[in-house]
């Protein structure tokens, strides 16, 4: 399994960012967790089968997946100064499901982070 998030990056609120995580399997489940300084990590949300799941309301959030790149997609749009952290995607190598979940616990395989830093 390889993960690896890529895309951030400086930019000023009210703009937008796509994250992107090369994975070496398309059939994984992928979660998007972000880490903000002096915080705990928080799940973003997650993609598998066809189920995609937000774990933040609000819309500002939207994953996908390209398999003709065989990525999937963090597209964060009206980016405010609370949203500067690392970025992660992560699967759990072991769900059987058809859909996904955000048990970070579950999750044990993480790919390196990508920062994204908010501000003016």
């Known amino acids: 399994v390889q993960l690896q998030a890529s895309g951030g990056g400086l930019v000023q609120p009210g703009g937008s960012l796509r994250l992107s995580c090369a994975v070496s399997?398309?059939?994984?489940?992928i979660g998007w967790f972000r880490q903000a300084p002096g915080k705990n990590r928080e799940a973003i949300g997650c993609i598998g089968g066809s189920t995609i799941y937000y774990a933040r309301t609000g819309g500002r959030f939207s994953i996908s997946r390209d398999n003709t790149k065989n990525a999937v997609n963090l597209q964060i749009n009206s980016l405010e100064p609370e949203d500067t952290a690392v970025y992660y995607c992560a699967t759990d190598r072991y769900y059987t499901g058809s859909s996904c979940h955000i048990q970070e616990y579950a999750y044990d395989y993480w790919g390196q982070g990508t920062q994204v830093t908010v501000s003016s």
């Open positions: 399997d398309s059939r994984l489940m």
